[in-house]
């Protein structure tokens, strides 16, 4: 678990490099932001968790996928939060996205499983630092990445890793347009000192500004049919994923 900035701790899980965002607030109290991944990992957090005094009074899940909407029975009853389309695609796609769980994770208790409500405010009302919402539609419906305006740190979701090349969400309709929509949004995120994506490494503020550069870079090259050299493209699942892109990208 590291303190990246004062209050504000990322833990890293082996499993796909996922972050846990953990946020202090006042009276012990602390914003868990897309805990994961496997029940060891969950287990373990909890164990910080209590070391440290801190106990979770809200959470909040940056989109719709299985590994980002998971919770412990031992971070007790909070409310949980996800924007309103997230809510709705969680609703929506329930089965599979529990199969997901069953499949790369096991153990889960399922009856905790995304039991996420809709943030109908644009910050989430808690008792602790700001937490701002950038709610957008790349790589999944109603993804919210959250700033924390004070500490300068953005929390970015499946966005902006230096592990990852961009990854689409196919079932849009313009799926490059949707995911440019979204890039740009965070972009221009006013005050980024650091950013934590969901998979991969907290980067400072020039790794933020590289990584958007990489990702409009990639999306670039992938709709002109060109090579996109991009060094993420370094594993087969990932190349797979390209190559999946390239199948959908606009025919001019
Ligand atoms: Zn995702």
């Known amino acids: 678990m590291d303190e990246i900035a004062p209050g504000v701790f990322v833990a890293t899980a082996e499993k796909y490099t996922t972050t846990t965002t953990v946020v202090a607030g006042a009276d012990g109290g602390c914003l868990l932001i897309d805990p994961a991944v496997t029940v060891a990992d969950l287990a373990e957090l909890a164990g910080w968790l209590s070391e440290r005094g801190l106990r979770p009074v809200a959470g909040w899940s940056t989109h719709p996928h299985w590994d980002h909407l998971l919770w412990s029975a031992a971070f007790g009853e909070v ?8 809510v709705a695609v969680v609703a929506r796609e329930l089965p599979g996205l529990v199969s997901g769980v069953r499949e790369s994770a096991p153990g889960h208790d399922l009856s905790l499983f995304a039991r996420v409500e809709p943030l109908l405010d644009r910050e989430i009302d808690w ?3 700001r937490a701002v919402v950038y709610a957008h539609n790349a790589h999944a419906p109603g993804h919210g990445a959250v700033l924390l305006p004070d500490a300068g740190v953005l929390i970015a979701g499946d966005m902006l890793s230096d592990l990852e090349i961009p ?3 196919l079932d849009e309709a313009d799926p490059f347009g949707g995911y440019r929509e979204g890039l740009e949004l965070l972009a221009a995120v006013p005050g980024v000192r650091l950013v934590v994506p969901g998979h991969g490494h907290v ?12 990702d ?11 090579d996109p050299a991009d060094p993420r493209l370094a594993e087969d699942w990932l190349r797979a994923e390209h190559a999946r892109h390239r199948e959908r990208r606009p025919r001019r």
């Open 127 to 129: 008792a602790g630092p």
């Open 216 to 226: 409009r870079g990639y999306l670039d090259a992938t709709e002109a049919d060109a």
């Open 203 to 214: 980067g400072d503020h020039a790794e933020f500004r590289r990584r958007v550069a990489a």
């Open 79 to 86: 409310p949980r939060y996800a924007t309103p389309r997230a």
């Open 167 to 169: 990854l689409l969400d």
